[in-house]
């Protein structure tokens, strides 16, 4: 969504909330430190190292999402967020900085919306390449189930394509 605000994000999101703000404070870091405009394709991309909150303001801010391809999660439990914009080959990590103890929650969300995003994040070099633009691939019907899925996640047994929910690896450890 072009030029979205903070009521964009909650909209989309549900509620208000820190975990949210987060996510909003990060994509506004992002758009000053890159340049960034919204995303209509996989211009802009986000690896998130959580799934929290905060990735919904991270979809509706830069145009980021799981179905375009240009959101992808590498999941250690850090709010942090790579951010890349592929035509300049310009990118950073943010991460963002322990708040002060003690907050209750509320207190946790007044302080979020209150500083400004170089307050709350440190700014790293991204250590994640820059995965490849997402690829459409053919889809093959399972042998066993019946259904389709993409060819690049189907496996052979006996000469026929097995969906990974029919196809069991093989193993001589397994009793």
Same mark, same amino acid.
């Given at each position: 969504?072009?030029?979205?605000?903070?009521?964009?994000?909650?909209?989309?999101?549900?509620? !208000?909330?820190?975990?949210?703000?987060?996510?909003?404070?990060?994509?506004?870091?992002?758009?000053?430190?890159?340049?960034?405009?919204?995303? $209509?394709?996989?211009?802009?991309?986000?690896?998130?190292?959580?799934?929290? &909150?905060?990735?919904?303001?991270?979809?509706?801010?830069?145009?980021?999402?799981?179905?375009?391809?240009?959101?992808?999660?590498?999941?250690? #439990?850090?709010?942090?967020?790579?951010?890349? !914009?592929?035509?300049? $080959?310009?990118?950073?990590?943010?991460?963002?900085?322990?708040?002060?103890? #003690?907050?209750?929650? !509320?207190?946790?969300?007044?302080?979020?919306?209150?500083?400004?995003?170089?307050?709350?994040?440190?700014?790293?070099?991204?250590?994640?390449?820059?995965?490849?633009?997402?690829?459409?691939?053919?889809?093959?019907?399972?042998?066993? &189930? #019946? !259904?389709?899925?993409?060819?690049?996640?189907?496996?052979?047994?006996?000469?026929?394509?097995?969906?990974?929910?029919?196809?069991?690896?093989?193993?001589?450890?397994?009793?």
């Amino acid at each position: 969504m072009k030029n979205a605000t903070w009521s964009d994000c909650a909209a989309f999101h549900g509620h !208000e909330c820190g975990g949210l703000t987060i996510g909003y404070k990060a994509a506004l870091y992002a758009i000053e430190l890159l340049g960034l405009e919204f995303s $209509g394709d996989e211009e802009v991309c986000c690896i998130s190292e959580n799934d929290a &909150c905060g990735v919904d303001a991270i979809q509706v801010m830069l145009g980021c999402s799981a179905g375009k391809g240009n959101l992808m999660f590498h999941l250690t #439990g850090k709010q942090a967020f790579n951010i890349y !914009e592929r035509r300049s $080959g310009k990118s950073v990590r943010l991460v963002l900085r322990d708040r002060p103890a #003690g907050m209750t929650r !509320e207190e946790s969300f007044r302080y979020l919306q209150s500083r400004e995003p170089a307050e709350l994040f440190d700014v790293k070099p991204v250590s994640i390449p820059l995965p490849e633009p997402a690829r459409i691939f053919g889809s093959v019907k399972c042998a066993s &189930c #019946g !259904e389709t899925c993409a060819e690049s996640f189907v496996h052979l047994a006996d000469g026929k394509p097995l969906c990974p929910d029919c196809y069991k690896p093989y193993s001589r450890f397994d009793v």
